[in-house]
Nanobody
Framework: QLQLVESGGGLVQPGGSLRLSCTASGFTLDYYNIGWFRQAPGKEREGVSC????????NYADSGKGRFTISRDNAKNTVYLQMNSLKPEDTAVYYCAAARRFGGNWYNMDYSAYQYWGQGTQVTVSS
């Protein structure tokens, strides 16, 4: 069974940091581009960041530029999202998703380009 599992979410104060992890089971992430998305209550799902299968290409939404860093360790079948200087508006459920290596508008975080999705992890930024 192909599965993505997110972890690392939680409650953090404004200005704090969290590192989210996305681990795959049932398949290897080597052949997939990976994206992080988030959805806040009452809002549409939005792309946060993405990384190519080999890790050589990354993209960030304006909301996370300079604060978030995406990385991957294919040996561990895991992709990370390091989030620093967190703000209350970063509060959302964060999802990771996998897009096949070729084809689709994964780089621009078009969610229709991603075939597999995790269940999400809650991030709450509040004092």
């Amino acid at each position: 069974q192909l599965q993505l599992v997110e972890s690392g979410g939680g409650l953090v104060q404004p200005g704090g940091s969290l590192r989210l992890s996305c681990t795959a089971s049932g398949f290897t992430l080597d052949y997939y581009n990976i994206g992080w998305f988030r959805q806040a209550p009452g809002k549409e799902r939005e792309g946060v960041s993405c990384i190519s299968s080999g890790g050589g290409s990354t993209n960030y939404a304006d909301s996370g530029k300079g604060r978030f860093t995406i990385s991957r360790d294919n040996a561990k079948n895991t992709v990370y999202l390091q989030m620093n200087s967190l703000k209350p508006e970063d509060t959302a459920v964060y999802y990771c998703a996998a897009a096949r290596r070729f084809g689709g508008n994964w780089y621009n975080m078009d969610y229709s380009a991603y075939q597999y999705w995790g269940q999400g992890t809650q991030v709450t930024v509040s004092s």
